[in-house]
Nanobody
């Protein structure tokens, strides 16, 4: 059974940086695409960055140029470097792993437990 363990969240001032990590244990293969989502209070969970097994990346407009997603396939670990943080980045951040396609849509096979990021003004 694959488990995702996130770390690196915390409290930071506006303009600061944080690096989130998400390590997947229990897999015998390189996982498919991985991603970071976030959910602010009262809001939906939204995808902010994805990375394929080959390293292709995509970002939400709100974080493009400030956040960088990367991965270490040897350890099935995905990272999110967050720079120039703003109060509106405050949310619970979740990692998702091993995107699976079915019909015309996709789902994530595994989810992390979430880590809180708070940016003070």
């Amino acid at each position: 059974q694959v488990q995702l363990v996130e770390s690196g969240g915390g409290l930071v001032q506006t303009g600061g940086s944080l690096r989130l990590s998400c390590a997947a244990s229990g897999s015998q293969r390189v996982l498919n695409a991985m991603a970071w989502y976030r959910q602010a209070p009262g809001a939906e969970r939204d995808v902010i960055a994805t990375i394929s097994a080959g390293g292709n990346t995509n970002y939400a407009t709100s974080v493009k140029g400030r956040f960088t997603i990367s991965r270490d396939n040897a350890n099935n670990t995905v990272y999110l470097q967050m720079d120039s943080l703003k109060p509106e980045d405050t949310a619970v951040y979740y990692c998702a792993a091993d995107r699976q396609y079915t019909g015309g849509s996709y789902y994530w096979a595994y989810w992390g437990q979430g880590t809180q990021v708070t940016v003070s003004s």
